[in-house]
């Protein structure tokens, strides 16, 4: 079976070409063709002897996804339907800033979260998604969008949920992280939770450099229970007590990420439960405005909700923003990504 390069960091694919009997510094080669080039095929990889790029073909393979669907937004957000090579199937959504760009990225097909306000979770889990099915997400964006928009950020808030795909997703940053592959910076890679607790203080050791995002949605673990059923697991109290004895410092603050939802958790005492959950943290709070869908069991929290819901945030001095939807009319907003059904994908 061929391995696939996209699951390799730089130590280990200095290893795969030198049991090739490869020179160890062909590794950086192929990582610039992988990685800056973005190609999809060995033949492109010019600066290699004809005979290395048909042994690379013979023992490795670049590519995990084909390309289905894109579709763009009115706002100029792009969702991006992949299919594995299984046959299963994932989202991706590009968003365009003014100043720089956000890639939003799977780590599993579906979610085994099961929030209750979230269409992904319709789907159901079927499995975690391999590295280089979450890194070939990036290259095949990028490559779709162009050199003139270089995709410069990168949230772990697509399908499913990250620290459920540790390993995946830690190997994923390191290549994208890594200065002779994708060479993010790691103050721009953001990997949210709805509390995973022991993926939290494996991040705290492993992943520190990077961003965390707390998808909270709750202030009591009564309707937290109801809205998020892992929090049974891991109730409010035992997240919050993993986020203070986390390494932060004010310039990467913690996301805690709050849907508004109508009646639900948009109260102002719900706002005045968060502000005393938070205290002593830093961090940065983001109201989402619920995004409906045909069947939804919620009503989304009406925008003068939402701001009084922020002033009494800022009444704490707690930095709260409210976040606007992107790419709404595509379905690519928050909460909205789903896999679709089977058809043959093209090139």
């Not at 709805?194 to 492993?206: F, L, N, T």
């Not at 809205?227 to 409010?236: D, T």
């Not at 938070?278 to 405005?289: A, F, H, T």
Request: aromatic share 8%; net charge positive; proline share 4%.
């Amino acid at each position: 079976m061929k391995v696939n390069l996209k699951d390799m960091t730089i130590k280990e694919l200095k290893s795969f070409v030198s049991s090739l009997g490869l020179e160890p510094y062909r590794a950086k080669q192929i990582s610039r063709w992988l990685y800056k080039k973005r190609v999809s095929d060995f033949s492109f990889m010019t600066d290699l002897s004809k005979g290395v790029r048909e042994l690379l073909s013979e023992k490795a393979k670049i590519d995990s996804l084909k390309l289905v669907k894109v579709e763009e937004s009115k706002d100029g957000t792009k969702k991006y339907l992949f299919e594995l090579e299984d046959g299963n199937r994932i989202e991706s959504v590009f968003i365009p800033e003014e100043r720089w760009n956000t890639l939003c990225v799977s780590t599993q097909v579906g979610c085994p979260a099961g929030c209750k306000f979230c269409l992904t979770a319709k789907d159901g889990f079927t499995r975690n998604l391999t590295t280089s099915e979450i890194v070939d997400q990036y290259i095949q964006v990028q490559r779709d969008v162009g050199e003139e928009r270089r995709i410069s950020n990168v949230v772990f808030m697509g399908m499913g949920e990250p620290l459920l795909n540790f390993d995946n997703v830690k190997r994923a940053v390191e290549i994208m992280t890594d200065k002779d592959m994708i060479d993010l910076s790691k103050r721009k890679i953001t990997i949210s939770t709805v509390g995973i607790v022991p993926g939290i203080k494996r991040m705290a050791k492993e992943l520190n450099k990077v961003k965390l995002a707390v998808s909270l949605h709750a202030t009591t673990d009564a309707v937290r229970d109801f809205l998020v059923p892992l929090n049974r697991r891991y109730p409010i109290s035992e997240i919050m007590k993993a986020l203070r004895e986390y390494p932060i410092d004010n310039n990467r603050r913690i996301m805690i990420e709050y849907v508004m939802l109508k009646g639900v958790n948009d109260s102002i005492k719900d706002a005045h439960r968060l502000a005393k959950l938070v205290k002593g943290i830093p961090v940065k709070v983001n109201l989402i405005p619920f995004n409906p869908y045909p069947g939804a069991p919620f009503e989304p929290t009406p925008r003068e909700g939402i701001e009084e819901f922020q002033r009494v945030l800022w009444s704490y001095n707690i930095a709260t923003f409210i976040r606007d939807s992107r790419g709404q009319d595509i379905s690519a907003a928050c909460g909205m990504l789903r896999t679709k059904e089977k058809s043959l994908a093209f090139r």
